[in-house]
């Protein structure tokens, strides 16, 4: 079973999960669709961009069936989304804290309903992560989505609350258009 998926825009770069995808071709496609976008760049802000797209793979989840990166500015940082695909299961009590365990939040999450044909239904949540001492409140953005054929996690890498908010509608899509092929 695989997950193919539909991406909105060009600041949203697939990042290879494959072990044998060894290479590094992926950096520099994903590097020239920022340069497209961003015709003034520096050679140094474009190494900078090469550099963080190189450990982009070191930021997934262990397992996700596919890796997303969300490159909306010229900067070093940018939003990885790990999605995982696996059979279903019956999760019991509450589905935020299957996607959230117990981590620390500030205030409640915010949590709607989501259902994507031919994947299921489940919730998108996004929260607040309690900050370490001296720092911001990191945001958090996950789905949750349950059906006869899998069970479908997304998950964002905590990051600043305005990347979170501007990348949630482009993310919502790509959740929109998930559908397993066999």
Do not use: N
């Amino acid at each position: 079973m695989r997950l193919e998926l539909d991406a909105p825009s060009s600041a949203w770069v697939r990042v290879p999960t494959d072990p044998s995808e060894r290479g590094e071709a992926w950096v520099d496609e994903a590097l020239d669709g920022v340069r497209r976008r961003h015709a003034d760049a520096t050679d140094e802000q474009l190494e900078a961009v090469r550099q963080w797209l190189s450990q982009a793979r070191d930021r997934l989840l262990p397992g996700a069936a596919v890796g997303l990166v969300h490159l909306p500015e010229l900067a070093p940082f940018g939003l990885v989304v790990s999605i995982g695909v696996s059979e279903p299961q019956t999760i019991e009590g509450s589905l935020v804290r299957a996607l959230l365990g117990d981590a620390e939040l500030v205030g409640r999450p915010v949590v709607d309903p989501v259902e994507v044909p031919g994947i299921g239904s489940g919730i998108s949540v996004r929260c607040l992560f309690a900050p370490a001492p001296e720092r911001r409140p990191a945001a958090g953005l996950a789905y949750l989505l349950q059906g006869e054929r899998a069970t479908v996690r997304v998950m964002a890498s905590p990051a600043p609350q305005e990347l979170v908010a501007s990348a949630a509608p482009s993310l919502a899509k790509i959740v929109a258009s998930l559908r397993l092929v066999d």
